[in-house]
Protein backbone atom coordinates (compact mmCIF):
# COMPACT_ATOMS: atom_id res chain seq x y z
CA UNK A 1 0.00 0.00 0.00
CA UNK A 2 0.99 3.40 -0.68
CA UNK A 3 -0.10 6.48 1.26
CA UNK A 4 -2.10 8.49 -0.74
CA UNK A 5 -4.68 10.11 1.70
CA UNK A 6 -4.66 10.40 5.58
CA UNK A 7 -7.46 11.35 7.42
CA UNK A 8 -6.90 12.15 11.39
CA UNK A 9 -9.71 12.42 13.61
CA UNK A 10 -9.35 14.49 16.33
CA UNK A 11 -8.65 18.52 15.27
CA UNK A 12 -6.82 19.48 18.46
CA UNK A 13 -3.76 20.93 19.95
CA UNK A 14 -2.11 17.75 18.28
CA UNK A 15 -4.53 16.70 15.23
CA UNK A 16 -4.59 19.73 14.19
CA UNK A 17 -0.86 21.43 14.07
CA UNK A 18 0.69 17.54 13.49
CA UNK A 19 -1.55 17.24 10.27
CA UNK A 20 -0.64 20.32 8.63
CA UNK A 21 3.05 19.90 9.44
CA UNK A 22 2.41 16.33 7.29
CA UNK A 23 0.71 18.67 4.30
CA UNK A 24 3.53 20.79 4.27
CA UNK A 25 6.12 18.36 3.92
CA UNK A 26 4.02 15.46 1.60
CA UNK A 27 2.54 17.63 -0.51
CA UNK A 28 1.68 14.67 -3.05
CA UNK A 29 -0.58 13.08 -0.26
CA UNK A 30 -4.02 14.21 0.62
CA UNK A 31 -4.42 15.16 4.63
CA UNK A 32 -7.65 15.38 6.01
CA UNK A 33 -8.49 16.20 9.64
CA UNK A 34 -12.31 15.68 10.82
CA UNK A 35 -13.76 16.43 14.02
CA UNK A 36 -17.24 15.72 15.46
CA UNK A 37 -16.96 19.75 16.81
CA UNK A 38 -18.87 21.95 13.87
CA UNK A 39 -17.67 24.73 15.61
CA UNK A 40 -13.80 23.66 15.76
CA UNK A 41 -13.62 22.82 11.65
CA UNK A 42 -15.53 26.16 10.88
CA UNK A 43 -12.57 27.94 12.95
CA UNK A 44 -10.08 25.31 11.16
CA UNK A 45 -11.57 26.65 7.62
CA UNK A 46 -11.53 30.47 8.69
CA UNK A 47 -9.00 33.09 9.40
CA UNK A 48 -8.68 32.71 12.62
CA UNK A 49 -7.87 29.50 14.28
CA UNK A 50 -8.86 27.52 16.95
CA UNK A 51 -5.74 27.68 18.64
CA UNK A 52 -2.93 30.35 18.91
CA UNK A 53 0.94 28.34 18.33
CA UNK A 54 3.43 30.83 16.53
CA UNK A 55 3.97 29.45 13.12
CA UNK A 56 0.88 27.36 12.39
CA UNK A 57 -1.48 30.12 10.61
CA UNK A 58 1.26 30.19 7.79
CA UNK A 59 1.26 26.40 7.50
CA UNK A 60 -2.40 26.45 7.25
CA UNK A 61 -2.51 29.09 5.06
CA UNK A 62 0.33 27.06 2.74
CA UNK A 63 -1.59 24.06 2.67
CA UNK A 64 -5.18 23.99 3.66
CA UNK A 65 -7.37 23.51 0.05
CA UNK A 66 -4.48 22.16 -2.06
CA UNK A 67 -3.62 19.01 0.16
CA UNK A 68 -5.40 20.27 3.70
CA UNK A 69 -8.46 19.86 4.36
CA UNK A 70 -10.79 20.38 7.43
CA UNK A 71 -13.68 18.38 8.10
CA UNK A 72 -17.31 17.36 9.64
CA UNK A 73 -17.83 14.98 7.66
CA UNK A 74 -16.32 12.08 9.15
CA UNK A 75 -17.89 9.04 7.44
CA UNK A 76 -16.21 10.69 4.17
CA UNK A 77 -12.87 11.22 5.51
CA UNK A 78 -12.63 7.45 6.49
CA UNK A 79 -13.95 6.26 3.35
CA UNK A 80 -10.74 7.39 1.41
CA UNK A 81 -8.30 7.09 3.96
CA UNK A 82 -5.31 4.95 3.69
CA UNK A 83 -3.94 5.42 7.21
CA UNK A 84 -5.87 6.89 9.95
CA UNK A 85 -4.62 9.04 13.01
CA UNK A 86 -6.66 8.68 16.46
CA UNK A 87 -5.42 12.41 17.83
CA UNK A 88 -8.55 12.70 20.10
CA UNK A 89 -8.86 13.90 23.67
CA UNK A 90 -7.73 11.43 26.66
CA UNK A 91 -8.90 13.03 29.81
CA UNK A 92 -8.59 11.63 33.19
CA UNK A 93 -12.19 9.60 34.19
CA UNK A 94 -14.40 11.71 36.52
CA UNK A 95 -16.21 8.64 37.62
CA UNK A 96 -16.46 5.46 37.97
CA UNK A 97 -13.63 3.07 38.51
CA UNK A 98 -10.22 4.78 38.50
CA UNK A 99 -12.04 7.85 38.93
CA UNK A 100 -9.39 11.16 39.37
CA UNK A 101 -6.82 9.19 37.81
CA UNK A 102 -7.43 6.33 35.17
CA UNK A 103 -7.67 7.87 31.32
CA UNK A 104 -10.90 7.92 29.86
CA UNK A 105 -10.86 6.26 26.51
CA UNK A 106 -14.21 6.66 25.44
CA UNK A 107 -13.29 9.25 22.83
CA UNK A 108 -10.45 6.70 21.65
CA UNK A 109 -12.68 3.80 21.69
CA UNK A 110 -15.89 6.22 20.18
CA UNK A 111 -13.32 6.63 16.93
CA UNK A 112 -12.45 2.81 16.51
CA UNK A 113 -15.68 2.25 16.46
CA UNK A 114 -16.24 4.89 13.58
CA UNK A 115 -13.52 3.19 11.93
CA UNK A 116 -14.80 -0.35 12.34
CA UNK A 117 -18.21 0.95 10.91
CA UNK A 118 -17.43 3.08 8.35
CA UNK A 119 -13.84 1.35 6.57
CA UNK A 120 -14.56 -0.79 3.54
CA UNK A 121 -11.01 -1.19 2.79
CA UNK A 122 -7.44 -2.01 4.35
CA UNK A 123 -6.96 0.70 7.00
CA UNK A 124 -3.28 1.77 9.44
CA UNK A 125 -4.83 2.98 12.15
CA UNK A 126 -2.54 4.96 14.26
CA UNK A 127 -2.94 5.87 17.60
CA UNK A 128 -1.22 9.04 18.46
CA UNK A 129 -2.97 10.39 21.25
CA UNK A 130 -1.59 9.54 24.69
CA UNK A 131 -3.30 6.04 25.75
CA UNK A 132 -2.54 3.41 29.01
CA UNK A 133 -0.34 0.56 27.67
CA UNK A 134 -2.13 -2.23 26.24
CA UNK A 135 -4.72 0.47 24.47
CA UNK A 136 -3.91 -0.03 21.18
CA UNK A 137 -5.22 -4.28 22.08
CA UNK A 138 -8.64 -2.43 23.28
CA UNK A 139 -8.71 -0.92 19.38
CA UNK A 140 -7.71 -4.11 17.85
CA UNK A 141 -10.55 -5.75 19.72
CA UNK A 142 -12.89 -3.05 18.69
CA UNK A 143 -11.92 -3.34 14.97
CA UNK A 144 -11.28 -7.05 14.75
CA UNK A 145 -14.74 -7.87 16.57
CA UNK A 146 -16.61 -5.67 13.81
CA UNK A 147 -14.50 -6.40 10.56
CA UNK A 148 -16.22 -6.57 7.28
CA UNK A 149 -15.22 -9.18 4.73
CA UNK A 150 -11.98 -8.16 2.63
CA UNK A 151 -11.24 -5.34 4.85
CA UNK A 152 -7.87 -5.77 7.24
CA UNK A 153 -6.39 -3.36 10.04
CA UNK A 154 -2.63 -2.59 11.22
CA UNK A 155 -2.92 -0.73 14.32
CA UNK A 156 0.27 1.34 15.27
CA UNK A 157 1.59 3.44 18.20
CA UNK A 158 2.66 6.56 17.67
CA UNK A 159 3.30 8.92 20.63
CA UNK A 160 3.13 13.22 20.11
CA UNK A 161 6.25 14.35 21.57
CA UNK A 162 5.20 18.29 20.74
CA UNK A 163 5.28 21.27 23.74
CA UNK A 164 2.64 23.92 22.82
CA UNK A 165 4.18 27.36 22.41
CA UNK A 166 6.98 25.77 19.97
CA UNK A 167 4.58 22.66 18.07
CA UNK A 168 5.82 23.31 14.47
CA UNK A 169 9.39 23.24 15.30
CA UNK A 170 9.05 20.76 18.04
CA UNK A 171 7.36 18.69 14.32
CA UNK A 172 9.75 20.12 11.68
CA UNK A 173 12.90 19.29 13.97
CA UNK A 174 11.91 16.38 16.13
CA UNK A 175 14.37 14.84 18.41
CA UNK A 176 12.72 11.61 17.39
CA UNK A 177 9.55 9.94 15.91
CA UNK A 178 8.22 6.85 17.47
CA UNK A 179 6.74 4.02 16.05
CA UNK A 180 5.39 0.93 18.02
CA UNK A 181 3.90 -1.69 15.83
CA UNK A 182 3.52 -5.89 15.72
CA UNK A 183 7.10 -7.60 14.92
CA UNK A 184 4.92 -9.63 12.18
CA UNK A 185 5.17 -9.40 8.49
CA UNK A 186 1.98 -7.00 7.98
CA UNK A 187 3.22 -5.04 11.38
CA UNK A 188 6.34 -4.14 10.09
CA UNK A 189 5.02 -3.27 7.02
CA UNK A 190 2.88 -1.00 7.87
CA UNK A 191 5.83 0.46 10.67
CA UNK A 192 7.74 1.15 7.10
CA UNK A 193 4.54 2.94 5.50
CA UNK A 194 4.55 5.46 8.10
CA UNK A 195 8.42 5.82 8.17
CA UNK A 196 8.21 7.01 4.94
CA UNK A 197 5.59 9.86 5.57
CA UNK A 198 7.92 10.87 8.61
CA UNK A 199 10.81 10.26 6.25
CA UNK A 200 9.64 13.57 3.89
CA UNK A 201 11.55 15.64 6.59
CA UNK A 202 12.91 13.29 9.58
CA UNK A 203 16.13 12.02 9.06
CA UNK A 204 15.84 8.17 9.60
CA UNK A 205 17.82 8.07 12.13
CA UNK A 206 15.40 10.00 14.80
CA UNK A 207 12.79 7.32 13.54
CA UNK A 208 12.64 4.77 16.41
CA UNK A 209 10.37 1.65 15.96
CA UNK A 210 9.97 -0.84 18.50
CA UNK A 211 7.08 -2.93 20.02
CA UNK A 212 3.54 -1.43 20.30
CA UNK A 213 3.60 -1.82 24.38
CA UNK A 214 7.26 -0.20 24.81
CA UNK A 215 6.10 2.83 22.51
CA UNK A 216 2.78 3.37 24.61
CA UNK A 217 4.68 3.11 27.87
CA UNK A 218 7.92 5.72 26.66
CA UNK A 219 5.29 8.09 25.78
CA UNK A 220 4.01 8.36 29.18
CA UNK A 221 7.55 8.00 30.82
CA UNK A 222 8.93 10.75 28.70
CA UNK A 223 6.11 12.97 30.38
CA UNK A 224 6.42 11.41 33.78
CA UNK A 225 10.31 12.47 33.38
CA UNK A 226 10.32 15.78 32.49
CA UNK A 227 7.37 16.53 34.97
CA UNK A 228 9.61 15.07 37.68
CA UNK A 229 12.23 17.43 36.90
CA UNK A 230 10.60 20.59 37.55
CA UNK A 231 8.93 18.88 40.96
CA UNK A 232 12.35 18.12 41.69
CA UNK A 233 13.83 22.05 40.96
CA UNK A 234 10.56 23.29 42.87
CA UNK A 235 11.20 21.21 45.53
CA UNK A 236 14.41 22.96 46.17
CA UNK A 237 13.10 26.50 45.31
CA UNK A 238 11.74 25.95 48.82
CA UNK A 239 15.03 25.18 50.27
CA UNK A 240 16.73 28.34 48.43
CA UNK A 241 13.83 30.35 49.83
CA UNK A 242 14.83 28.95 53.54
CA UNK A 243 18.34 28.90 53.17
CA UNK A 244 19.39 32.02 51.09
CA UNK A 245 20.63 30.30 48.10
CA UNK A 246 19.48 31.18 44.55
CA UNK A 247 17.37 28.35 42.88
CA UNK A 248 18.46 29.72 39.22
CA UNK A 249 22.22 29.62 40.24
CA UNK A 250 21.57 25.69 41.63
CA UNK A 251 19.69 24.84 38.52
CA UNK A 252 22.53 26.25 36.36
CA UNK A 253 25.52 24.57 38.27
CA UNK A 254 23.30 21.31 38.07
CA UNK A 255 22.36 21.65 34.57
CA UNK A 256 26.11 21.92 33.51
CA UNK A 257 26.41 18.71 34.47
CA UNK A 258 26.13 17.08 30.74
CA UNK A 259 24.76 13.44 32.71
CA UNK A 260 22.08 15.84 34.00
CA UNK A 261 20.95 18.72 31.61
CA UNK A 262 20.25 21.97 31.69
CA UNK A 263 16.22 21.81 30.24
CA UNK A 264 13.42 21.69 32.17
CA UNK A 265 14.79 22.79 35.63
CA UNK A 266 12.90 26.27 35.13
CA UNK A 267 11.34 26.67 38.89
CA UNK A 268 8.42 27.66 39.04
CA UNK A 269 4.83 28.54 40.40
CA UNK A 270 4.50 25.27 39.37
CA UNK A 271 3.54 22.68 36.05
CA UNK A 272 0.39 23.26 33.78
CA UNK A 273 -0.96 21.97 31.16
CA UNK A 274 -3.08 19.62 29.69
CA UNK A 275 -1.11 16.16 29.96
CA UNK A 276 1.65 16.18 32.85
CA UNK A 277 -0.99 15.73 35.60
CA UNK A 278 -3.33 13.57 33.40
CA UNK A 279 -0.34 11.56 32.62
CA UNK A 280 1.35 11.16 35.62
CA UNK A 281 -1.91 9.84 37.17
CA UNK A 282 -2.62 7.84 34.33
CA UNK A 283 0.51 5.72 35.31
CA UNK A 284 0.05 5.95 38.90
CA UNK A 285 -3.22 4.24 38.41
CA UNK A 286 -1.52 1.89 35.84
CA UNK A 287 1.23 1.21 38.47
CA UNK A 288 -1.48 -0.02 41.40
CA UNK A 289 -3.30 -1.51 39.10
CA UNK A 290 -0.22 -3.99 38.46
CA UNK A 291 0.06 -4.32 42.03
CA UNK A 292 3.16 -2.12 42.40
CA UNK A 293 2.20 0.22 45.24
CA UNK A 294 5.70 2.07 45.31
CA UNK A 295 5.73 2.75 42.00
CA UNK A 296 2.34 4.54 42.27
CA UNK A 297 3.62 6.52 45.40
CA UNK A 298 6.90 7.13 43.75
CA UNK A 299 4.92 8.98 40.65
CA UNK A 300 2.65 9.90 42.75
CA UNK A 301 5.19 12.64 44.58
CA UNK A 302 5.61 14.31 41.75
CA UNK A 303 1.57 15.86 41.38
CA UNK A 304 2.33 16.25 45.35
CA UNK A 305 5.30 18.31 45.26
CA UNK A 306 3.22 20.44 41.99
CA UNK A 307 0.38 21.23 44.30
CA UNK A 308 2.68 21.87 47.21
CA UNK A 309 4.01 24.63 44.95
CA UNK A 310 1.06 26.11 43.49
CA UNK A 311 -0.72 26.35 47.31
CA UNK A 312 3.14 27.78 48.97
CA UNK A 313 2.76 30.45 46.30
CA UNK A 314 -0.50 31.47 46.82
CA UNK A 315 0.03 31.53 50.67
CA UNK A 316 3.26 33.54 49.73
CA UNK A 317 0.92 36.19 48.46
CA UNK A 318 -1.96 36.30 51.11
CA UNK A 319 0.84 36.09 54.00
CA UNK A 320 2.72 39.26 52.48
CA UNK A 321 -1.16 41.48 51.84
CA UNK A 322 -1.29 41.22 55.75
CA UNK A 323 -3.27 37.86 56.01
CA UNK A 324 -6.01 39.93 53.84
CA UNK A 325 -7.53 40.33 50.12
CA UNK A 326 -10.98 40.84 51.27
CA UNK A 327 -11.79 43.71 49.16
CA UNK A 328 -8.34 43.99 47.62
CA UNK A 329 -7.23 44.46 44.05
CA UNK A 330 -5.03 41.99 42.28
CA UNK A 331 -3.40 41.91 38.77
CA UNK A 332 -3.04 38.85 37.10
CA UNK A 333 -0.32 38.96 34.37
CA UNK A 334 -1.08 35.89 32.40
CA UNK A 335 -3.64 32.84 32.32
CA UNK A 336 -2.12 30.63 29.66
CA UNK A 337 0.08 27.64 31.61
CA UNK A 338 2.78 28.55 29.46
CA UNK A 339 3.84 31.74 27.31
CA UNK A 340 3.10 31.45 23.06
CA UNK A 341 -0.33 29.40 23.71
CA UNK A 342 -3.54 30.39 24.91
CA UNK A 343 -4.20 27.04 26.29
CA UNK A 344 -5.55 27.54 29.82
CA UNK A 345 -5.84 23.45 30.82
CA UNK A 346 -4.33 23.26 34.22
CA UNK A 347 -2.90 26.10 34.58
CA UNK A 348 -1.58 27.31 37.55
CA UNK A 349 -3.14 30.79 36.95
CA UNK A 350 -6.65 29.04 37.60
CA UNK A 351 -5.35 27.99 40.96
CA UNK A 352 -3.93 31.11 42.19
CA UNK A 353 -7.07 33.09 40.84
CA UNK A 354 -9.63 30.84 42.63
CA UNK A 355 -7.70 31.12 45.85
CA UNK A 356 -7.54 34.81 45.60
CA UNK A 357 -11.00 34.89 44.76
CA UNK A 358 -11.58 32.54 47.99
CA UNK A 359 -9.67 35.14 50.25
CA UNK A 360 -12.58 37.76 48.71
CA UNK A 361 -10.11 39.73 46.38
CA UNK A 362 -11.13 41.27 42.83
CA UNK A 363 -8.80 40.67 40.87
CA UNK A 364 -7.65 41.62 37.26
CA UNK A 365 -6.93 39.48 34.63
CA UNK A 366 -4.22 40.12 31.71
CA UNK A 367 -3.21 37.91 29.41
CA UNK A 368 -2.26 38.55 25.82
CA UNK A 369 -3.06 35.36 23.92
CA UNK A 370 -6.29 33.79 25.95
CA UNK A 371 -10.06 34.65 25.26
CA UNK A 372 -12.34 36.29 28.05
CA UNK A 373 -14.81 33.19 27.51
CA UNK A 374 -12.11 30.82 28.37
CA UNK A 375 -11.11 32.82 31.54
CA UNK A 376 -15.20 33.03 32.17
CA UNK A 377 -15.46 29.23 31.68
CA UNK A 378 -12.23 28.89 33.98
CA UNK A 379 -13.48 30.33 36.74
CA UNK A 380 -17.41 30.52 37.24
CA UNK A 381 -18.07 26.76 35.31
CA UNK A 382 -20.72 26.15 37.59
CA UNK A 383 -19.03 22.36 37.56
CA UNK A 384 -16.59 24.38 39.76
CA UNK A 385 -17.78 27.27 41.39
CA UNK A 386 -21.08 27.42 43.73
CA UNK A 387 -21.37 31.06 43.30
CA UNK A 388 -20.95 32.31 39.10
CA UNK A 389 -22.80 35.21 38.98
CA UNK A 390 -21.11 36.43 42.73
CA UNK A 391 -17.79 35.48 41.56
CA UNK A 392 -18.11 36.88 38.28
CA UNK A 393 -18.75 40.65 39.55
CA UNK A 394 -15.24 39.98 41.73
CA UNK A 395 -13.50 39.14 37.97
CA UNK A 396 -12.36 41.73 35.45
CA UNK A 397 -10.24 40.87 32.22
CA UNK A 398 -8.47 43.35 30.35
CA UNK A 399 -6.90 44.19 27.01
CA UNK A 400 -3.24 45.41 28.45
CA UNK A 401 -0.99 44.94 31.75
CA UNK A 402 -1.24 48.76 32.37
CA UNK A 403 -5.08 48.78 32.73
CA UNK A 404 -5.00 45.27 34.62
CA UNK A 405 -2.50 46.72 37.38
CA UNK A 406 -4.52 50.41 37.56
CA UNK A 407 -5.64 50.80 41.54
CA UNK A 408 -4.02 47.09 42.91
CA UNK A 409 -2.26 46.29 45.66
CA UNK A 410 -0.16 43.43 44.37
CA UNK A 411 0.58 41.89 40.76
CA UNK A 412 0.79 38.54 40.30
CA UNK A 413 2.71 37.25 37.42
CA UNK A 414 1.75 33.53 36.35
CA UNK A 415 2.50 33.31 32.50
CA UNK A 416 6.38 34.00 31.44
CA UNK A 417 5.29 35.90 28.30
CA UNK A 418 8.17 38.27 27.22
CA UNK A 419 6.08 41.31 27.29
CA UNK A 420 5.59 40.96 30.58
CA UNK A 421 9.30 41.51 30.58
CA UNK A 422 9.57 45.27 28.59
CA UNK A 423 6.61 46.47 30.71
CA UNK A 424 7.19 50.66 32.24
CA UNK A 425 6.90 49.52 35.82
CA UNK A 426 7.95 52.92 36.75
CA UNK A 427 4.25 53.83 35.02
CA UNK A 428 2.25 50.63 36.45
CA UNK A 429 3.78 51.25 40.35
CA UNK A 430 2.54 54.94 40.11
CA UNK A 431 -0.64 53.90 38.92
CA UNK A 432 -1.18 51.13 42.29
CA UNK A 433 -1.77 51.17 46.39
CA UNK A 434 0.81 51.34 48.54
CA UNK A 435 2.47 49.30 49.31
CA UNK A 436 2.60 47.92 46.02
CA UNK A 437 3.80 44.51 45.81
CA UNK A 438 5.28 41.86 42.61
CA UNK A 439 4.89 38.18 43.31
CA UNK A 440 6.55 36.78 40.20
CA UNK A 441 5.92 32.91 40.17
CA UNK A 442 8.22 32.79 36.92
CA UNK A 443 11.28 34.27 37.49
CA UNK A 444 11.62 36.69 34.95
CA UNK A 445 11.32 40.09 36.01
CA UNK A 446 14.64 42.11 37.25
CA UNK A 447 13.86 42.02 40.38
CA UNK A 448 16.69 44.84 41.92
CA UNK A 449 14.98 47.19 39.57
CA UNK A 450 11.91 46.71 40.55
CA UNK A 451 12.85 46.97 44.29
CA UNK A 452 14.61 50.57 43.06
CA UNK A 453 11.12 51.49 41.68
CA UNK A 454 9.77 50.69 45.33
CA UNK A 455 7.83 47.48 44.64
CA UNK A 456 7.74 44.75 47.91
CA UNK A 457 8.60 41.70 45.48
CA UNK A 458 8.87 38.03 46.03
CA UNK A 459 9.40 35.51 44.07
CA UNK A 460 10.28 31.31 43.93
CA UNK A 461 13.47 30.15 45.20
CA UNK A 462 14.91 33.31 46.23
CA UNK A 463 14.44 35.79 49.16
CA UNK A 464 14.51 39.06 48.10
P1 LIG B 1 -8.03 18.35 22.17
O1 LIG B 1 -9.07 18.25 23.20
O2 LIG B 1 -7.45 19.68 21.81
O3 LIG B 1 -8.60 17.75 20.78
C1 LIG B 1 -9.26 16.52 20.69
C2 LIG B 1 -10.33 16.63 19.60
O4 LIG B 1 -10.85 15.34 19.33
C3 LIG B 1 -11.53 17.50 19.99
O5 LIG B 1 -11.67 18.56 19.06
C4 LIG B 1 -12.73 16.52 19.92
O6 LIG B 1 -13.91 17.14 19.43
C5 LIG B 1 -12.21 15.50 18.94
N1 LIG B 1 -12.89 14.20 18.97
C6 LIG B 1 -13.25 13.44 20.03
N2 LIG B 1 -13.79 12.28 19.60
C7 LIG B 1 -13.75 12.29 18.24
C8 LIG B 1 -14.14 11.37 17.23
N3 LIG B 1 -14.65 10.17 17.52
N4 LIG B 1 -13.97 11.72 15.93
C9 LIG B 1 -13.44 12.93 15.60
N5 LIG B 1 -13.05 13.83 16.53
C10 LIG B 1 -13.19 13.51 17.83
O7 LIG B 1 -6.87 17.34 22.57
P2 LIG B 1 -5.31 17.47 22.25
O8 LIG B 1 -4.66 18.44 23.18
O9 LIG B 1 -5.11 17.62 20.79
O10 LIG B 1 -4.80 16.03 22.71
C11 LIG B 1 -5.13 14.87 21.96
C12 LIG B 1 -4.30 13.72 22.48
O11 LIG B 1 -2.91 13.98 22.23
C13 LIG B 1 -4.41 13.45 23.98
O12 LIG B 1 -4.33 12.07 24.19
C14 LIG B 1 -3.19 14.13 24.55
O13 LIG B 1 -2.75 13.52 25.75
C15 LIG B 1 -2.16 13.92 23.47
N6 LIG B 1 -1.10 14.93 23.40
C16 LIG B 1 -1.40 16.26 23.55
C17 LIG B 1 -0.38 17.22 23.43
C18 LIG B 1 -0.67 18.68 23.59
O14 LIG B 1 0.26 19.47 23.55
N7 LIG B 1 -1.90 19.12 23.74
C19 LIG B 1 0.92 16.81 23.12
C20 LIG B 1 1.18 15.44 22.94
C21 LIG B 1 0.16 14.51 23.09
C1 LIG C 1 4.58 18.64 27.45
C2 LIG C 1 5.86 17.97 26.93
O1 LIG C 1 6.93 18.91 26.99
C3 LIG C 1 5.68 17.49 25.49
O2 LIG C 1 6.83 16.77 25.07
C4 LIG C 1 4.46 16.56 25.44
O3 LIG C 1 4.24 16.14 24.11
C5 LIG C 1 3.24 17.30 25.95
O4 LIG C 1 3.50 17.75 27.31
C6 LIG C 1 2.02 16.44 26.02
O5 LIG C 1 2.10 15.24 26.07
O6 LIG C 1 0.96 17.09 26.07
P1 LIG C 1 3.46 21.03 27.16
O7 LIG C 1 2.65 20.61 28.34
O8 LIG C 1 2.75 21.55 25.97
O9 LIG C 1 4.36 19.80 26.65
O10 LIG C 1 4.50 22.17 27.59
P2 LIG C 1 5.86 22.12 28.46
O11 LIG C 1 6.83 23.01 27.82
O12 LIG C 1 6.29 20.76 28.75
O13 LIG C 1 5.41 22.83 29.82
C7 LIG C 1 4.53 22.20 30.72
C8 LIG C 1 4.43 23.01 32.00
O14 LIG C 1 5.64 22.95 32.74
C9 LIG C 1 4.17 24.50 31.76
O15 LIG C 1 3.28 24.99 32.71
C10 LIG C 1 5.54 25.12 31.92
O16 LIG C 1 5.50 26.47 32.27
C11 LIG C 1 6.11 24.26 33.03
N1 LIG C 1 7.58 24.23 33.08
C12 LIG C 1 8.28 23.75 32.02
C13 LIG C 1 8.23 24.66 34.22
O17 LIG C 1 7.60 25.09 35.20
N2 LIG C 1 9.61 24.61 34.25
C14 LIG C 1 10.34 24.14 33.22
O18 LIG C 1 11.60 24.11 33.33
C15 LIG C 1 9.66 23.70 32.07
Known sequence: MTIKNICCLGAGYVGGPTCSVIALRCPEIKVTVADLSKERIAQWNSDKLPIYEPGLDDVVKTCRGKNLFFSNDIEESI???????ISVNTPTKIMGNGKGRAA??????????????????NKIVVEKSTVPVRAAESIA????????????????????????GTAINDLLNADRVLIGGEDTE???????ELCTIYQHWVPRKNIVTMNTWSSEL??????????QRISSINSLSAVCEAT???????????????????????????????CFQKDILNLVYICE??????????????????????????????ESCFNTLSGKNICILGFAFKKNTGDTRESPAIHVAKTLLDEGAFIRIYDPKVDREQIDEDLTNPQICEEPEVIRKRISIYDDAYNASKECHAIVLCTEWDEFIGLDYKQIYANMMKPAYVFDGRKILDHQALIEIGFHVQTIGKRL
Not at 244 to 271: M, P
Request: a neutral charge; one cysteine or more; charged letters at 20%.
Open 186 to 192: LGRAAIE
Open 141 to 164: NILKANQKPGVTYQILSNPEFLAE
Open 218 to 227: SKLAANAMLA
Open 244 to 274: GADVSEVARAVGLDSRIGSKFLQASVGFGGS
Open 104 to 121: DLKYVEGAARMIANIAKS
Open 289 to 318: CLNLPEVAAYWQQVIDMNEYQKHRFTTKII
Open 79 to 85: LEADLIF
